[in-house]
């Protein structure tokens, strides 16, 4: 058993950062395989608080390596400085932060593309975060892509520089009536991260299977949440690549063999960021106490995430889409002052009940509710199962009977220490 995937199972934003960092204390390498600026992990570590958008959550083991896979969409310019700002923790990532040769780069006309695109949406928004994400992922299949090897070749790079922009600035110009962007100036910029990063390049793929030989212990890192996978999500909802634990090993550069265990991120509550259907969304005071006491921010944007009660059906969706029998439960302790708790268990669909999750009729969906009684207790000093007020135990039980899956790590606080260890599971 060398590799795990951890995945997230419901719309990012369920704690995978601090799982990440607290699991990485196990692994020799920490690979992220899909997604870019656009994910947020957040990560607390001594007096220090760490949101990562592209660095891999590892980078706080100081003995783990770190890679940016393939699969990913990279912004040179945020992950330079996420690396700025880790000097001030004493975490030194010379030699031990890669990035694949194969990792698509984000241009600055990707971002304003982007930027543009919505606004013109006006109220049918999708919600994207403007940071280029989709129209680099779209020049990327469109075989235009820029990749960060790329970068390694003055001429190459600017060839390709060159042809994009004129397509780009034509589309700016006529379409949007923007400004168009300056080709040299871009370049200049690029050239300047061409110096930063150049002891950083790999073959992402070559690597982690040479690893995976020598049985060095790998945990493939997710960003974003199932219900935003481009294929298995609420569509259009959704990002632009495949947070699942299909997208390891196109993201990687692995066969499927190579991955032997996987584990999914839920919170004892459910939210989202941005537009979309969102079932159990609460729209009263529970919701804002919820987003009050969960500190419910986009660790990316800002932007307040929606709140609402855990979704048993949607988790139990993701959980098979992602082939599960186990997850990385979330704030429970946020659950701590509720005198009654829910848990949805099933929908009525156009006067019709139904126990099953489809995310193509999400937003029809009436949720049914079970209630829980609450244990308006602490549950953040907990350092095993046993140690939870029983109410906390019987909502552990319920959520693993209605998602089919083991609860094998439990969060109840932010910090490492604030972590619950299922003694079945094998990875610590």
């Known amino acids: 058993m060398s590799s795990l995937g951890l995945v997230g199972l419901q719309w990012g934003d369920e704690g995978k950062g601090k799982i990440i960092d607290f699991l990485a204390q196990n692994f020799d390498v920490i690979v992220r395989y899909q997604g870019g600026p656009n994910a947020g992990h957040t990560v607390y570590w001594e007096n220090f608080h760490f949101a990562f958008h ?14 940016i896979g393939r699969g990913c969409v990279i912004d040179l310019s945020v992950l330079k400085e996420e690396l700025n700002q880790l000097p ?66 003055e001429e190459v790079f600017g060839e390709r520089l060159k042809r994009n922009l004129a397509q780009k600035n034509f589309l700016l110009m006529e379409l949007y009536k923007a400004e168009p962007l300056s080709e040299k100036k871009i370049y200049d910029e690029y050239q300047e991260y061409a110096a930063f990063f150049s002891d950083m390049i790999i073959d992402g793929s070559d690597y982690i299977n040479s690893a995976y030989e020598k049985n060095k212990k790998i945990l493939f890192e997710g960003a974003q949440g199932t219900l935003l996978d481009i294929d298995h999500g609420t569509y259009p909802f959704v990002t632009s690549s495949s947070p699942t634990a299909g997208g390891i090993c196109t993201g990687v550069g692995v066969g499927p063999t190579r ?14 960021v941005g537009m979309g259907p969102f079932p159990t969304e609460l729209f009263d005071d529970t919701g804002k106490l919820l987003q009050t006491r969960g500190g419910e921010f986009g660790a990316t944007t800002g932007r307040p995430r929606r709140c609402g ?46 126990e099953d999750f489809n995310p193509d009729l999400c937003s029809e969906l009436k949720p049914e509710y079970i ?58």
């Open 259 to 272: 991955i032997d265990d996987i584990i999914g991120v839920a919170k004892a509550y459910t939210t989202r």
């Open 88 to 153: 001030q923790a004493k975490i030194d990532y010379a030699k031990r932060l890669f990035i694949d040769s194969k990792t698509h780069l984000i241009l600055p006309y990707h971002k304003a593309i982007d930027k543009y695109r919505e606004e013109a949406l006006g109220n049918k928004k999708i919600g994207t975060t403007a940071r280029g994400i989709g129209p680099c992922y779209e020049d990327k299949f469109a075989r235009i892509g820029i990749r960060f090897g790329d970068l390694n070749n």
């Open 309 to 354: 009660w855990f979704d048993a059906p949607l988790v139990r969706y993701t959980a098979r889409v992602n082939g599960l029998k186990q997850i990385a439960l979330t704030k429970l302790d946020i659950l701590d002052e509720f005198k009654e708790i829910n848990i949805c268990v099933g929908y009525t669909y156009k006067d019709e009940k139904t």
């Open 371 to 428: 209630k829980i009684e609450g244990w308006q207790t602490s549950t953040k000093t907990a350092r095993s199962i046993k140690d939870l007020p029983n109410q906390a135990r019987k909502y552990l039980e319920k959520v693993e009977e209605l998602t089919r899956c083991k609860v094998s790590i439990l969060s109840v606080g932010e910090k490492r220490q604030d972590t619950i260890i299922n003694p079945d599971f094998k990875w610590v």
């Open 54 to 67: 592209q660095v891999p959550s590892g980078i706080i083991n100081k003995k783990t390596i770190c890679i």
